[in-house]
């Protein structure tokens, strides 16, 4: 199970991203709460033509990353392992954050799902949504 926050990501579509963290007894806090153990920062680009979905992925390699769409959510998840984190380190100051993460995108209607691509250049994945022709409006005759 994960624990998921919603963000209204454009105000005239249905995209919307879930950070989302498994809830295995390693990653809830004493509390009971879940930790978050890495939420990959994304920018959301709308044109004429596509969405374009850019996420912040350094240290990792495209082989490490999966992307998936199924039923109109595009899921995009990967696991970042720590090189030093060994417990005989001493840490004076650890900002970097490590572990698998998971970002969910509820998809518009107007997503065409076989036109998604990807790419991964410097750290950055870019991830292109083509959308679809727009219908003409259907004129309905009364009878």
Known sequence: MFATRRIQILSNHLLTSQPQTDLHADNVSLLGRPKLIWIPKLDVLETDKEFIIQIELPGLKKEQIYI????????????????????????????????????????????????????????????????????????????
Do not use: M
Not at 102 to 126: Q, T, V
């Open 68 to 143: 998936n769409e199924h039923n109109s959510v595009l899921e995009i998840s990967g696991e970042r392992e720590s090189k030093n984190g060994k417990e005989k380190d001493k840490y004076v100051r650890r900002e970097r954050s490590y572990g698998k993460f998971k970002r969910s995108f509820a998809l518009p209607k107007n997503i065409d799902p076989n036109s998604i691509k990807a790419s991964f250049l410097d750290g950055i994945l870019e991830v292109k949504l083509s959308k679809k022709e727009a219908e003409p409006a259907k004129e309905i005759n009364i009878q």
